[in-house]
């Protein structure tokens, strides 16, 4: 299986009983994603489109087991949710909830370390392996199954990107949003330690955002390991002005940090290609990989 | 959301934190009766939500209630960085041995928050961590334990300080650090604590955000609104009202679309092909057509737009509610503009035919519509 969520995964949906949860544990059932069971406080003994639901994750186990858990729990409720998962040894924990205190955020990041947990989000689309399975809500007839890692700050920039390179021929072999909030789990880094030893992927598209300095950390990585695999770029913000934050609660430019052009810049110096437009992605992925070169 | 100093100062003071004795005025003649109460001398201090008002004249001294009631008569005239001064603070001055400079902040690259702190403290600090960095102390917390004594004791040992002064400080600090907590504060920050001659320690200054994701936990907040009204345009705060996410840029073009990557992405690709984007308007994920209805009217409103792209790519969102919402405009109000539309994904052809029945086109590619989108708009 490429990095982290494969055919194989078994998936406890958390939330699964509320609007988000129950349409979206359909879609996952239905692209593929072996979804077997769902958690939700007090509704213990029901069932979502014929998956059973639990009071607790530990009595999901007891009745079957699963690898990992896909959080749709609204923001008040998601820290502890996500400790749940973390505690009964669920891995990756998919947090999808947007607009949980950076507090809460925190603690969850601290106490996935300590158990070695890894997690993506909050605020993600989740992740994809395209043809197997999805831990998400991304569309899943934008992606298709390949050899080309997309890694993302945005949802639907990387619906759109990745549907373009659908649209080429070009597949993907994972797809994952890291989240668009300042605290997340894995960032550009971790997810790009993970690309370098997938056999199943030949390059990298990266979608950054302007705040915080994950792409630089990310250029930074590249560089300085000499990262083996082409990666191409796309920074979304260049036209953001300062101090507004553009809809994400990580993309605001805070002082002269994290603005666009500091990012194309360090990516640049990496040897990335950093693309004009989204739609170039297609174009410098092709001209990255020798096998895509038509 | 970001609180005014005498906000930040009321809630420190309940945790014990010293601050120096004052009170908050909106009028030259309630500013000058503080001074009568309290005698000594004062410093009047601007109530601003934006940095800088010490560089800006917002803050002055005075000896005598007489002057202090001039000084805060010129200070309740400024606009400090577009912010229009309402109140003022009228707090006794405390003559400093030395400016203090503490900071809790979230440290996003670390994922807990950081103490920043220095013995440069006042209002040249930022050229201070620019230029010497070395004179800012650093503290990682960790984020399941929070700070420990000694996390501040150590903070205080670093700043130089022993003794009973040592401890002092680092008590103030732990309860900066409680502020922090109780008010899941983005950012609390004291330039300068003051060291008096006496050697006690007190805020002179306290800046506390509160983490607008956590606001649900702070009813008292709620209803206010989260951005003070000299950074809110009128017509950016009318859309937040209704749910979107808005931000009003300065062009012709007005840009609607789903999820907050994307819309930035159009905005970058209108301006890539020469044009001018007027706003960065997200209806977010699933938006029915009540949501895209009220981003049309909000961005077709605006004098200066001449032409709206909105560029949807459906996922959780359905293009047939997009294109209901479009027509709703048109039946209720009238399409004001001209419109670019892209729209893609789910339910691609019902939201299609919507729209042509009512003789409204619709693009495949991003790329194309924002080149109409800058051709329709230079016109």
Redesign the interface.
Known sequence: MPILVGRQTRVIVQGITGNQGSFHTRLMSEYGTRVVAGVTPGKGGTRVSGIPVFDTVASALEAGDADASVVFVPAAFAKEAAMEAIDSGLNPVVMITEGIPSRDAMVVMAYAKENGTTIVGPNTPGVITPGETKLGIMPGNAFSPGKVAVVSRSGTLTYEISASLTHEGIGQSTCLGIGGDPITGLNFVDVLKMIREDPHTDSVVLIGEIGGSAEEDAARYIRETRFPKPVAAYIAGRAAPPGKRMGHAGAIITGSEGTAAAKIESLTEAGVRVAEVPSDLVKLTREQVPQLRQ | MKLFEYEAKSLARNLGIPTPKGGVASSPDEAKDIHKRMGGEVVVKAQVLVAGRAKAGGVKFASKPDETRDRASEILGLAIKGEKVKKVLVEQKVPAKKEIFLSIV?D??N???TVLASDQGGIDIEQVAKEHPEKIVRQRL???FGMRSFDARSVALKLGYAGQQLLSLADLLSNLYRLS?IY?G?LVESNPVIETQEGRFTTADLRLII????L??HPEFQERSREPSS?VTPLESKARERGL?F?E?EGNIGII?????????T???V??YGGN?AN?C?VG??ANADQVATALEIVQSSERVRLVLINI????TRCDEVAKGIVEVKKVVGLRKPLVIRM???NQEEGRSILHSEGISVLD???EA?KQAVLGGAG
């Not at chain 2, 983490?211 to 956590?214: G, W």
Request: proline fraction near 4%; aromatic fraction near 4%; charge should be negative.
């Open positions: 979230q996003r690259a994922k807990c928050q960790d984020p399941i907590v899941d983005e983490d607008d994701n956590s649900f936990r950074e996410a931000v840029l679309g789903n999820g907050a990557g994307l819309v930035m992405a905005i970058d690709l301006k890539q984007p960065f997200d994920g699933g790519l459906a996922g959780i893609v994904g789910t590619g991003m790329d924002g």
